[in-house]
């Protein structure tokens, strides 16, 4: 069982930033397919960003240029940095994990709220 946890959410104000972070424990962290996912109110969950074992990065079109994913396999970490943030981007974010056999595993999220 991979254990999901994030942290760092809460209320930024418009064109500040955030920086999220996600530890996953139960599993070689360093195998593991890491990604962001958000949902906002009345809206279905998308995907924010991922990032391989090897690093390679892929990003929703709405968040190209705004959000950076890492990962530090040192510490079993993903970070999620939020640049320029708008109301738009109030959401509670997720991290997902996902093992080379194809299981995946959540955590239960954390709550950015974007406003003045």
């Known amino acids: 069982q991979v254990q999901v946890v994030e942290s760092g959410g809460g209320l930024v104000q418009p064109g500040g930033s955030l920086r999220l972070s996600c530890t996953a424990s139960g599993f070689a962290f360093s195998r593991l397919r890491m990604s962001w996912y958000r949902q906002a109110p009345g809206k279905e969950r998308e995907l924010v960003a991922s990032?391989?074992?090897?690093?390679?990065?892929n990003y929703g079109d709405s968040m190209k240029g705004r959000f950076t994913i890492s990962r530090d396999n040192t510490l079993n970490t993903v970070y999620l940095q939020m640049n320029n943030l708008n109301p738009e981007d109030t959401a509670v974010y997720y991290c997902?994990?996902?093992?080379?056999?194809?299981?995946?595993?959540w955590g239960k999220g954390t709550l950015v709220t974007v406003s003045s």
């Open positions: 997902r994990a996902s093992t080379p056999f194809g299981m995946e595993y």
């Open positions: 990032i391989t074992p090897v690093s390679s990065t």
